[in-house]
């Protein structure tokens, strides 16, 4: 099992296949290649997750080194939507997923009521550390906080989605009220700051996916998300105290004018990065989550300790 000294050197990778048109293994490095020159060379010990975006060649070679290195690959479209993940299988820790599948929807309700404390508690801190406030803000962030406290009182989910609704729309109509909110709408890409939170939060839920498939966690099994055909349940409910990192991620970048509108096109009613502009704003996001990989291993690794019961707390992160 990996060990966080082994995983503080370890590296993510944005590769975008417009700038690299051969990607392969020598000497245990990962090797990009744009007209048969080397563009780059990273070791295969140094890499976590590799976003890779667009169309390339890789060969059956590199995709075995990364099954034995314990590296995911997430292949994404133009428009950054992910279409294909390659990691090394790891289904063999059959008493996790029985206790995953024998947990009573009592027991994950308990579970998911400290997901969404972790969350909401995350978005209120956001709010108070607003330095000018407007008199709006001030009396939301007194609502939320009474929302807060009926999460513990939960019984059941549909009360429970309630309150994150509720605490939600208000975290968002104040915390970006200054960079012309309107609503957040996902997967409409309505404006630009909808279609960033789309793909930084897509980015997001990879990593959160990646450091589940160290402990063999069934993705697909919920505790919070209720589970769908094809959806990562556990992975949509793990990142989501995570989510705060982006948010404050996005207001930073309006706040220091690293987001040009110019950067965008608007196509079909939506907004669209187009791919030469996406390093940059790849690269925003890369430094947000580099900055708190710790807190997310150590907060999966508990939160197995924690499932096993081996653990009595729920793991915590506080912004």
Not at 73 to 96: H, R
Not at 173 to 185: A, H, K, L, Q, V
Not at 284 to 309: C, G, P, Q, R, T
Request: net charge positive.
């Amino acid at each position: 099992m990996l060990q966080f000294p082994d995983f503080d050197e370890k590296q993510i990778l944005f590769i975008e296949s417009f700038d690299a048109k051969n990607i392969n293994f020598q000497n245990e490095n990962l090797v990009i290649k744009e007209n048969w020159k080397i563009k780059n060379k990273v070791s295969l010990y140094k890499i976590f997750t590799i976003f890779l975006i667009w169309e390339t060649t890789i060969t059956s070679v590199l995709i075995r080194k990364f099954q034995e290195f314990w590296v995911t690959l997430i292949l994404l479209k133009k428009n950054f939507l992910p279409y294909l993940v390659i990691w090394n299988e790891t289904e063999w820790n059959f008493v996790l997923r029985k206790k995953q599948y024998e947990k009573t929807e009592e027991e994950m309700l308990e579970i998911a009521k400290n997901i969404v404390l972790l969350k909401t508690n995350n978005q209120l801190k956001l709010l108070k550390n607003i330095r000018e406030k407007q008199w709006f803000i001030k009396r939301d962030i007194e609502k939320i906080k009474e929302i807060i406290k009926k999460i513990p009182e939960s019984t059941n989910y549909e009360s429970l989605l309630g309150y994150e609704w509720n605490v939600a729309k208000l975290f968002f109509g104040n915390y970006f009220w200054p960079i012309w909110w309107e609503r957040r709408e996902p997967r409409t890409k309505r404006d630009i700051q909808n279609l960033l939170l789309d793909i930084w939060y897509t980015y997001l839920f990879h990593f959160i996916e990646a450091l589940l498939r160290l402990y063999w966690f069934d993705n697909y099994y919920w505790v919070y998300h209720r589970t769908w055909y094809s959806r990562k349940s556990l992975a949509l409910d793990l990142m989501e105290p995570f989510r705060c990192i982006i948010d404050r991620e996005l207001l930073k970048a309006y706040n220091l004018k690293q987001i040009n509108p110019k950067d965008f096109s608007f196509q079909n009613g939506a907004y669209i990065l187009p791919w030469q502009n996406s390093k940059k704003y790849s690269g925003v996001f890369l430094k947000a989550i580099m900055n708190n990989k710790k807190e997310m291993f150590f907060f999966i690794k508990d939160y197995y300790k924690f499932f096993m019961k081996w653990r009595k707390e729920f793991p915590k992160f506080e912004i």
